[in-house]
């Protein structure tokens, strides 16, 4: 009788404990039928792999082995019941043709989830190529959305590294309502010329950290819109690309402050513009206050050091006011390099609202082309200057020795 419930006793213990490895080891999407072919669609493999890591009450972990899968599209919705990691180790692609992707959705979803890292040395492959043939944007104003490859509504204190972003159809990453989100080791690739490809676009989130990244694509490498609250940018590679941008502000009713921008220590390569803020002409009401760009080595950038208050990219605005964006408390320090075109610091501001505790300090920038002389403009702005400036600075600036 002993002897028999010892051997009961023993196959509950291992039961139990198979249940529990079970439980904390990784939920392997092969493991739930997804095929590492890049033909058959993983979608619903991934929203069951979700629903299990969502429900548990313990960290747990999604895993994407190495493979090739094919994602028609994702939407991942919290909020979850404890910490999820999902590990990418292989390529995700999207279908090449967006019509395949839900109208007005975008290709991968995350929303409403707290403590989430995305992680595992693996590539998202939005398949652009055809979708940017078909980007009406550039030259309309109203023009149909092309679906973005990861979009992160109401996510909190999530971590994005060691992952590549590839040809997106749209914006490679787009931040919504977020808080306390860094980026780490994030590689984002498409062609100079891929329309509308913005690396990562940051609206109405605060805290976010982006770091030790490269980022080369057709538009922004990072874009920062309104409502954006205590950015760092630092060590970040960027080109090809528009630059690093503030902006645009002011084309729609009610924005968001901009406040607390930071960008240090990066290295701009081969692009349309270096550091920029930029808002619209005849523009609503806004404002971006407390920026700052320090650290920044510039290579053959043709417009390294710009605040462009007449925004107006193909004739899609009006001229016929100023812009109403407050741009105040904006600095630019230590920025050396080289520019691509003679305009290597345009300071335009606003008529309406001129620009206010501009800082320009230790500029050294060389230009070897053809086309003129290495020179400033400036309107509507009387920045304070310090340290070594080449060029010089707005002949109407307050100097500081």
Not at 3 to 13: E, F, N, V
Not at 159 to 187: E, G, Y
Not at 342 to 351: D, F, G, Q, R
Request: aromatic share 4%.
């Amino acid at each position: 009788m002993t002897r028999a419930l010892d051997i009961t006793l023993l196959c509950s213990w291992l039961f139990f404990t198979c249940i529990v490895q079970a439980r904390t080891g990784p939920i392997d999407v092969i493991q739930l039928g997804a095929k590492r072919d890049g033909r058959a669609d993983m979608s619903q493999v991934l929203a069951n792999a979700w629903k299990q890591a969502c429900n548990s009450t313990t960290a747990s972990t999604i895993l994407i082995p190495k493979g090739t899968f094919l994602l028609k599209e994702a939407s991942l919705v919290g909020p979850c019941k404890a910490p999820i990691t999902i590990q990418i180790q292989g390529t995700i692609k999207a279908p090449a043709d967006p019509a395949q992707i839900s109208k007005d959705k975008e290709w991968i979803t995350i929303m409403y989830v707290n403590q989430l890292t995305l992680s595992g040395g693996g590539t998202l492959d939005g398949q652009g190529a055809k979708a940017w043939t078909q980007n009406e944007c550039r030259v309309k104003t109203e023009c149909s959305k092309l679906p973005n490859t990861l979009s992160l509504n109401f996510v909190n204190n999530t971590v994005i590294r060691d992952l590549t972003s590839l040809n997106s159809k749209l914006f490679h990453v787009n931040l919504f309502a977020c808080n306390n989100v860094t980026f780490q080791h994030f590689t984002i690739t498409a062609p100079g010329d891929s329309p509308n490809t913005d690396g990562i676009h940051i609206g109405h989130s605060t805290g976010v950290v982006i770091t030790n990244s490269n980022i080369g694509t057709g538009d922004d490498c990072i874009s920062i819109d309104d409502g954006a609250k205590q950015v760092n940018i630092s060590k970040v590679t960027c080109g090809p690309g528009h630059g690093i941008s503030v902006g645009s502000l002011g084309r729609y009713d009610n924005e968001l402050p901009v406040e607390g921008i930071f960008v240090t220590d990066c290295t701009i390569s081969g692009t349309l513009n270096g550091v920029r803020v930029k808002s619209w002409p005849a523009s609503k009401r806004g404002s971006a206050t407390n920026m700052h760009f320090e650290g920044i080595i510039m290579q053959n950038v043709s417009n390294p050091v710009i605040i462009d208050q007449e925004y107006c990219p193909n004739n899609q605005c009006t001229n016929t006011a100023p812009s109403r964006v407050k741009i105040a408390q904006v600095s630019f320090k230590h920025i050396t390099g080289t520019s691509a075109t003679p305009a290597a610091v345009t300071l335009l501001c606003s008529k309406s609202i001129p620009c206010e505790g501009v800082e320009v300090a230790h500029i050294d920038l060389a230009y070897n082309g053809k086309q003129g002389t290495l020179s400033s403009k400036c309107a509507n702005v009387k920045p304070v200057l310090s340290g070594k400036l080449n060029p010089p600075i707005c002949a109407n600036a307050i100097v500081h020795a």
